[in-house]
Nanobody
Framework: QVQLVESGGGLVQAGGSLRLSCAAS????????MAWYRQAPGKQRDLVAR???????NYADSVKGRFTIARDNTKNTVYLQMNSLKPEDTAVYYC??????????????WGQGTQVTVSS
């Protein structure tokens, strides 16, 4: 019913930048919060950044000052601008959104994940 499609991952050198995008589509009525998570091999999936429906955002301490989350409600899209990347940022990044469908069904949806690799 609802799909989240991510793009923008890739390989970058330390100190470089990447911009991730996640577009939601389907039978959508309202998108509440949107967020980015990441998971490195052998590690748990951790919250990176979160943005509410009104544009208020918060960040993990490890990325604060380097990453910026934004959303375009007219396009049902959330972005993650990543600057000053470090090797420790290497992970699969997942988009997450809490969505009400047109039939009033509410659930959290996940993207397929996009790989971000930062070399030393």
């Amino acid at each position: 019913q609802v799909q989240l499609v991510e793009s923008g991952g890739g390989l970058v050198q330390a100190g470089g930048s990447l911009r991730l995008s996640c577009a939601a589509s389907g039978s959508i009525s309202t998108i509440n919060h949107m967020a980015w998570y990441r998971q490195a091999p052998g590690k748990q999936r951790d919250l990176v950044a979160r943005i509410t429906s009104t544009g208020n955002s918060n960040y993990a301490d490890s990325v604060k000052g380097r990453f910026t989350i934004a959303r375009d409600n007219t396009k049902n899209t959330v972005y993650l601008q990543m600057n000053s990347l470090k090797p420790e940022d290497t992970a699969v990044y997942y988009c997450n959104a809490n969505i009400y469908t047109r039939s009033r069904y509410n659930a959290d949806y996940w993207g397929q994940g996009t790989q971000v690799t930062v070399s030393s």
